[in-house]
């Protein structure tokens, strides 16, 4: 069995419940993570500090290979990768090997612009394209979390 482990602090509503609409068909185990200032309402859910990088410490010490982890923070997507675990952000964006890079390079060229005294734009409003687009993708690592652990379970009878 995989995990679904959540970023809680930012994930909108929708795909809290998208997640446990599909967490008895799928056979999964949905972790959320947030700090104290969040109310979240799942019955298997860790409560962190306010520390800016407590959730996402938890959310990596509990991932792990052939887990899905549910994050708009690129840099926790990227160190989930590292360890084998599919990401997907709350727009349905699935992070990989192939853009996590480029991905890390936006960011670090937007924080600096920022320093600099620049200005860079926000993110848009929540859309209901939006909405679909996460259930899919998702779907999408569901199906891949589910066979990567269906192979782990062959190779553990064949031992």
């Keep these: 069995m995989f995990k679904v482990v959540v970023d809680a602090d930012a994930c909108p509503r929708v795909c809290l419940q998208v997640l446990q609409k599909h967490k008895k068909a799928w056979k999964y185990r949905l972790l959320t993570v947030a700090s104290v200032d969040h109310h979240i309402d799942n019955t298997d859910h860790i409560i962190v500090g306010k520390g800016s990088d407590a959730a996402d410490l938890a959310v990596m010490n509990h991932a792990t290979r052939g887990d899905i982890v549910v994050t708009q923070d690129w840099g926790l997507a990227a160190l989930v990768l590292g360890k084998g675990a599919f990401a997907v952000s709350p727009s349905g964006r699935i992070y990989s090997e ?15 612009h920022r320093r600099a005294g620049g200005r860079t734009k926000g993110p848009s409003a929540r859309t209901n394209e939006d909405d679909h687009r996460f259930e899919d993708s998702f779907l999408k690592l569901v199906e891949r979390a589910s066979n990567h652990a269906g192979a782990n379970n062959n190779d553990m009878r064949k031992s």
């Excluded at 192939?98 to 600096?112: Q, T």
């Design 98 to 112: 192939k853009n996590i890079d480029f991905l890390l390079e936006e960011r670090c060229l937007k924080a600096k």
